[in-house]
Structures are given as C-alpha cells and as structure tokens.
C-alpha cells in the first residue's frame, strides 16, 4: 500500500537529548512537511522539503533540523535548543504539480519530554 | 493576523442532520486553495475536500460540501446527514500562490471539535 510511515508513535526524550522521528513515504512525492501540533493550536510548520537536497524553514523551525537526502525519506531531529519539544508531530507529502493536490499525511508520531 | 480563523471550538450535531463548520481566510493571493481535513482521535489527518480560488462552483464530495463565498473570504464545510463516525476535530487549511516556489505548504486554522449525538 502506498502512503506515509512515521515511527515511533509515541516517543520519550530526557531533556538535553536530541531524538530522531522517522518519516518514509512511497507515493513518490516531491515534496515533505513537517507540522507540529498543540492542543488548541491547530497545525504549525516546522520544515518543508520539495526536492532532494533542498529544505526551507517554516514558521517555528528553531530547535529543529532536517535532511532530506532521500525522495522517500525526511527526517526531524529535534534538538536540546527546542525549549519545549513535547507535541505532536506529523509529517506530509504531496506533488508538485496541479492545482487540487492534497498533502497526505502520516499517523504522527508523539514526543514527551520527561 | 491569523489567515484562517476557525472561530468554534466546538459543535454538537444530532445524527442525521447537517451541520456547518466555519472558516475564514485572508489572503491577498489572487491563486490559492483551501482544503478541509478532519482528524480523529487517533491523530491522523484526512483529506476531505478541496476548493481553488479561481473554481466557479461549490466542491462537493459525498455528503461534505464547501459553501465557498469568495468575497466574504468564507470557505464553510457543510456536512450532511451526520453519523457518529464524524465525530472528530476537523481543519481548514489554505495554500497560497501557484504551484512553483512553495510546494504545496499548507497553513491551518485551530480547528473544531464536532461531536455527534445519538
């Protein structure tokens, strides 16, 4: 089946620890995301990558890094200088081309400080 | 300035019935797309439907439809006939510009929690 694998699903980090999320899709797009949710807050982006090799920040990307050195392949770290890391995480894809074309996305994976 | 406000937090329904979640936007972008997507408790995000800037009619798809008001920058979701299995939190979502120069980036409004009532 074709989609978006995140993993963990759930995942704890001691504070001052960076911590790798995982994201893989098949559907062979172009271009990832990365979101971050809070309660009330609604989605955030953090990352987003539309080719191989290239990255731009998003709006909350302090804290954060990517690579992307892979089509398939986009993953977080979310590093020691993230003040407040515990969140929802949720990576995307979609196509470059069109005009009605959806971002798809993973299960999300949850991130608790401890 | 928030680009697309939802502005409840949450909405009760009778199964059965309609119900209509609101979303604003603010864009000065003559091209954009706005989408809706709905997120049940387990946390993954669901494409519902998807309405372009420059589209003449309405989107529907199934018993969702987009009541699109271009010049009051309103872009409501309409769900018909609600069933227990629509309870879930459910965003608007908008992209701005064409295709070129920014992917397919998307910014989110704070949601609204529908619950279904028997």
């Known amino acids: 089946d074709g989609g978006i694998t995140q993993s963990p699903k759930y995942l704890f980090r001691k504070e001052g620890q960076n911590v790798t999320l995982s994201c893989e899709q098949n559907l062979n797009h172009d271009a990832m995301y990365w979101y971050r949710q809070d309660p009330g807050q609604g989605l955030r982006l953090i990352y987003y990558s539309q080719i191989v090799n290239d990255f731009q920040k998003g709006d909350i990307a302090e804290g954060y890094s990517v690579s992307r050195e892979k089509k398939e392949s986009f993953p977080l770290t979310v590093t020691s200088a993230q003040k407040n890391p515990t969140a929802f995480y949720l990576c995307?894809?979609?196509?470059?081309?069109?005009?009605?074309?959806?971002?798809?996305f993973g299960q999300g994976t949850r991130l608790t400080v401890v | 300035a928030q680009k697309i406000t939802q502005t409840q937090p949450g909405m009760f329904v009778q199964e059965k019935e309609a119900v209509t979640l609101d979303c604003t936007y603010d864009t000065s972008d003559p091209s954009y797309g706005l989408f809706w997507y709905k997120q049940p408790s387990s946390g993954e995000m669901i494409f519902l439907i998807y309405q372009g800037s420059y589209d003449q009619q309405n989107a529907t798809e199934g018993r969702y439809s987009l009541n699109f008001q271009k010049a009051r920058k309103s872009a409501n979701l309409v769900i018909s006939a609600s069933q227990l299995g629509d309870s879930a939190m459910y965003f608007c979502a908008m992209r701005e510009g064409g295709m070129t120069g920014g992917g397919n980036k998307l910014t989110f409004g704070t949601g609204t929690q529908l619950k279904v009532e028997l």
């Open positions: 995307a894809s979609s196509i470059q081309t069109g005009s009605n074309t959806e971002a798809f």
